[in-house]
Structure formats: structure tokens, C-alpha cells
């Protein structure tokens, strides 16, 4: 079946940099993203979100970035902070459920 | 507005034995949906519930059941349990569910361990 995946399984970061954490999937016909972050203990948090019919959605210090060309998506962190230390993962719409990407964990360094 | 809540929040039960848990979604949600996730599966889809019907379902044996209530309160039970159940179950919310394009938001789990 359709998978999504992740790039890196691991990021480590200096605080203050900023992260960008890279996905890939491969249905093509896929229009719904979302980011999650899971700290240890937690469930998944929302982010944000983008529909296939935007290229580029911004938050508060994220954004993410679609590119349906070559099936990539993008969660940006600005100015890391050690409380985005956590497991983000990629998910993607199919039908009625989210296929979700192993995830990266993103280590942020004092 | 309350979060998704689920319990219990730990449980351990032995193999053969069955386990039955419990997710209360946001307020105004009509949309359920349920989760395992383990290290080396990562999150899977298990089923989705709207209107006390199971709308949707993932590739987990008949051991894996659910069901919904009139108030949207969900329940899942494993039956027969295995070790390879030991697993972080994760419910989720939405207002009509992902189909549509919406965000579904996760309760904190329940973690299951299977001896």
C-alpha cells in the first residue's frame, strides 16, 4: 500500500537554528497533510496542516512547504527551542484515515 | 474545550485475556477514530467511528473491535490477547472526519502491555 516517509530518523539541532524535517510520499492523488509532533508520553499533537491546492501554509514559527511535483513535504521550525525537542511525524490523508510517516525525532541541543 | 481523553491511561494483562478501552472525544465531535502504535509498526490505522457506525477500517484481525455510543463516547476491545499487542492505543477526534479534510486531533493513549 501507499506509504509515507521520512527522511532522517534523527535531527539534532542548536537551539536557536532553525529545523526543517522532510517527508515523502507517494500517493500521488493524496490532497491532506498534517504535521504532528508526540513529546515522550504524549499523544500526537497537531501543528498545521495543508491542503494539496497550497504550496506553502505558515503558523506561529512553523510553516510547512508542499512540493506535489516531486511528492515532498516540509515542516520549518523557526528559532528552536529545547521545548520542540519531540518525534514529528507526517501524515497523509487516505481516504477516511491518516497514513502516518515513521517519524523524525528532533533533538535540540543548549 | 476539553481535550480527547482516554482510560484507562496503563493497563497489563496477560495473553488469552481481554482488554476493553475507553475514548471520550471533544465536545461536538461526531468522528473516532483508533490507532496502534508500536516501535516498529510506527501508528496504524486500526478503525473509524461516526454515528455509533464503524465507517472505516484498517488490516488488524477480528480481535480488533470497537464500537460507539449515541454521545460519540467510543470503546475498543482486543480479545485473546498477544504478545504482540502490547502496544501505545491512540484514539482521535474530528468534527465528520478525515474524508473530508479535517484535523484530527489525539487523545494522550492508553498503553497497553500484554505479558
Known amino acids: 500500500g501507499e506509504s509515507v516517509g521520512l527522511h532522517l530518523p534523527t535531527l539534532s539541532v542548536q537551539e536557536g537554528d532553525n529545523s526543517i524535517i522532510n517527508c515523502a510520499y507517494s500517493?500521488?492523488?493524496?490532497?491532506?497533510f498534517i504535521w504532528y509532533k508526540q513529546e515522550s508520553g504524549k499523544g500526537p499533537q497537531f501543528i498545521i496542516d495543508?491542503?494539496?491546492?497550497?504550496d506553502k501554509r505558515q503558523g506561529q514559527r512553523v510553516t510547512v512547504l508542499l512540493n506535489k511535483t516531486v511528492k515532498h513535504l516540509s515542516l520549518q521550525i523557526a528559532a528552536t527551542q529545547p521545548g520542540d525537542s519531540a518525534v514529528y511525524f507526517c501524515?497523509?490523508?487516505?481516504?477516511?484515515?491518516?497514513?502516518f510517516g515513521q517519524g523524525t525525532t528532533l533533538q535540540v541541543k543548549p | 474545550k476539553a481535550g480527547v481523553t482516554q482510560t484507562p491511561r496503563y493497563l497489563i494483562k496477560t495473553r488469552g485475556q481481554q482488554v476493553t478501552l475507553s475514548c471520550s472525544p471533544i465536545?461536538?465531535?461526531?468522528?473516532v477514530s483508533w490507532y496502534q502504535q508500536t516501535p516498529g509498526q510506527g501508528l496504524q490505522f486500526l478503525f473509524e467511528?461516526?454515528?455509533?457506525?464503524?465507517?472505516n477500517k484498517g488490516n488488524f484481525p477480528g480481535r480488533f473491535s470497537g464500537r460507539q455510543f449515541s454521545n460519540s463516547r467510543s470503546e475498543m476491545n482486543v480479545s485473546t490477547l498477544e504478545l504482540g499487542d502490547s502496544a501505545l492505543y491512540l484514539c482521535?477526534?474530528?468534527?465528520?472526519?478525515?474524508?473530508?479534510?479535517?484535523?484530527?486531533?489525539f487523545g494522550p493513549g492508553t498503553r497497553l502491555l500484554v505479558l
Open positions: 482521535a477526534s474530528s468534527r465528520s472526519g478525515v474524508a473530508g479534510g479535517e484535523t484530527q486531533y
Open positions: 500517493n500521488s492523488a493524496s490532497d491532506y
Open positions: 495543508i491542503r494539496s491546492n497550497m
Open positions: 501524515a497523509e490523508k487516505e481516504g477516511g484515515k491518516l497514513i
Open positions: 465536545s461536538g465531535h461526531r468522528s
Open positions: 467511528y461516526f454515528s455509533e457506525t464503524q465507517r
